[in-house]
């Protein structure tokens, strides 16, 4: 399977539990996003790399939150000392500007559904 | 007929029917445009993309239309299947010394065989 690939799929945990998810881009596209999506609502844009540099960061990525990309291949975002509010469909997108069409189609992996109890 | 959900608009057409789905962009500035198709349990799922300096594109089955002066955008599905049956998003691109995508609340679509 060449897509974007996350996990786990889904994780259950309770308030104040810290969390990391895993998310493996499609190989060689330079730049990786997170999302977050809750039932309804289409996702919203927390965080982009672009190789191993995080670019742009959203409001909605309060200080509990943290994301890496050390290498530039796969990421990890962090949540700490987690909160129910933090309950939605994390999801992860990569893309590329290696292909000179200066277009932004952003590939998504399967997500990783957070229950926080 | 289309109705408005508690959470999302509703769509809902027989089998082989064509289908027309609406959005209202936000940014007279965004210069590209996705649709999205997003199944129960999976991430979203490109459709096909548009540039701003075009008025329509057609990829298989499906159609997309930019009205630019009254920012709205439409994803037209030919001959649609239940297969089709989804939350369908449009996205757009604004460029701002990176890129990045809004998306829409999204419509759902529901095919009856």
């Known amino acids: 399977d060449t897509g974007v690939s996350q996990d786990p799929r889904h994780k259950i945990t309770k308030r104040g539990q810290n969390v990391t998810f895993r998310c493996d881009p499609i190989?060689?596209?330079?730049?990786l996003y997170w999302y977050r999506q809750t039932l309804g609502q289409g996702p919203e844009f927390l965080t982009y790399f672009q190789n191993e540099a995080q670019l742009e960061k959203s409001r909605l990525l309060s200080d509990r939150f943290s994301a890496e990309r050390p290498k530039g291949s796969f990421s990890t975002l962090e949540i700490q000392r987690t909160e129910q509010g933090d309950s939605a469909m994390y999801l992860c997108?990569?893309?590329?500007?290696?292909?000179?069409?200066?277009?932004?189609?952003?590939?998504f992996g399967a997500g990783t559904r957070l229950s926080v109890l | 007929g289309e109705s408005v959900g508690l959470h999302l608009p509703t769509l809902s057409v027989q089998e082989g029917d064509n289908s027309i789905i609406n959005c209202a962009y936000s940014n007279s500035a965004s210069d590209y445009f996705i649709w999205y198709k997003q199944e129960s349990g999976k991430g979203p799922q490109f459709i096909i993309d548009?540039?701003?300096?075009?008025d329509k594109r057609q990829g298989q089955r499906v159609t997309v239309l930019l009205n630019k002066t009254v920012k709205h955008l439409s994803l037209q599905i030919a001959a649609t299947q239940p297969g089709d049956s989804a939350v369908y998003f449009c996205a757009e691109n604004i460029w701002s010394g990176y890129s990045t995508l809004t998306f829409g609340k999204g419509t759902m679509l529901l095919v009856s065989p």
């Open positions: 997108a990569s893309s590329s500007t290696l292909d000179g069409s200066a277009k932004n189609i952003q590939y």
């Open positions: 548009i540039r701003s300096n075009m």
């Open positions: 190989s060689e596209h330079n730049r």
